[in-house]
């Protein structure tokens, strides 16, 4: 199984500023993923994570509110920009055990914007 | 449209009452289907993973089953520790992608 160091944990933010959410893995994976998990709801994939490509969006994000960074295969920034109440959730980093199988999450960050 | 739901949205037992949890799923073709436990402000944590009917898994109290439309959790002789949100995750084979349901809160009172 994958170890997930995804930070910071929470935090607070003013409305049309930006946060950076890093995750770390302990070891070399192709695919990295995020989620978001709005109050009472399920997850929602935002976009999957190559190393050496552009990250691939789900229907309803798109890459200027949700930049993703893959500079190595350990590690994957999402930033969330020009905030809005609406943006508060939890965000969770996510890679595959093996191809084909399970998932494995990060503790996630939990966003509230004011 | 691929779909996964769950039931019940909520379920609150006795410890010790065994129960089941439900997780229904639409796909067109199926690789995977995944259990994880999520406790609040924390991440999924991997439980069982099952690829074909007739497959069941076990880890303490939980036992996962798996049919052709749907996967059962069930939960013997609950404890308090056991109070979370249970998560169904299936793996779709044509779009390669994790569709989650929405969960089943489950509270195990003393």
């Known amino acids: 199984s994958a170890v997930i160091s995804q930070k910071p944990s929470r935090d607070i933010c003013q409305r049309g500023t930006s946060l950076t959410i890093q995750c770390q893995v302990d070891s070399q994976v192709t695919m990295m993923f995020w989620y978001r998990q709005q109050p009472g709801q399920s997850l929602t994939l935002i976009a999957t994570a190559n190393q050496g490509s552009e990250a691939t969006y789900e229907s309803g994000f798109v890459i200027d509110k949700f930049p993703i960074s893959r500079p190595n295969l350990t590690f994957s920034t999402l930033t969330v920009s020009n905030m809005s109440p609406e943006d508060s959730s939890i965000y969770l980093c996510?890679?595959?055990?093996?191809?084909?199988?399970?998932?494995?999450f990060g503790q996630g960050t939990r966003l509230t914007v004011v | 449209e691929d779909q996964v739901t769950q039931s019940p949205e909520a379920l609150r037992l006795q410890e010790g009452e065994s129960s089941s949890l439900n997780c229904s799923y639409t796909?067109?073709?199926?690789?995977?289907l995944f259990w994880y436990r999520q406790d609040p402000g924390k991440g999924p944590e991997f439980l069982f993973t099952l690829y074909s009917a007739g497959e069941e898994k076990e880890k303490e109290r939980l036992k996962a089953t798996l049919t052709k439309k749907e996967s059962f959790l069930h939960i013997t002789a609950p404890k308090p520790e056991d109070s979370a949100t249970y998560l169904c995750a299936v793996l779709t084979s044509g779009t390669y992608k994790y569709i989650f349901g929405t969960g089943t809160r489950l509270k195990v009172l003393a």
């Open positions: 996510s890679v595959e055990g093996q191809a084909g199988t399970e998932a494995f």
């Open positions: 796909v067109s073709g199926l690789r995977g």
